[in-house]
Nanobody, 123 residues
């Protein structure tokens, strides 16, 4: 059974930083591209960042480029999202996801999802 468990969310002020983690089990982690999606209140789930199997390539939504960094540690079966310079508009539930595709930036390309972690940024 595949499990993705996110952690690291919380309530912070604008300009602060957070580091989200996603621990994976039940899959060959190094064979999956990984991604982070955010779902703002009343909104749909949107792509935030993605990383290829080896971590050699990363992809970001324009809204987070230069502020967020995705990384992975295949030895620990964990993917991270470093969030710097947080803004109130970053407030969302952040989901970790795993894709069997080499590159995945669309929600439908991901087969496995975590339960999400709440990030709230106050102004």
């Amino acid at each position: 059974q595949v499990r993705l468990v996110e952690s690291g969310g919380g309530l912070v002020q604008a300009g602060d930083s957070l580091r989200l983690s996603c621990a994976a089990s039940g899959l060959t982690f190094s064979s999956y591209a990984m991604g982070w999606f955010g779902q703002a209140p009343g909104g749909s789930r949107e792509f935030v960042a993605g990383i290829t199997w080896t971590g050699g390539n990363t992809y970001y939504a324009d809204s987070v480029k230069g502020r967020f960094t995705i990384s992975r540690d295949n030895a620990k079966n964990t993917v991270y999202l470093q969030m710097n310079g947080l803004k109130p508009e970053d407030t969302a539930i952040y989901y970790c996801a795993a894709s069997a595709a080499a590159i995945a930036m669309e929600e439908y390309e991901y087969q496995h999802w975590g339960q999400g972690t709440q990030v709230t940024v106050s102004s």
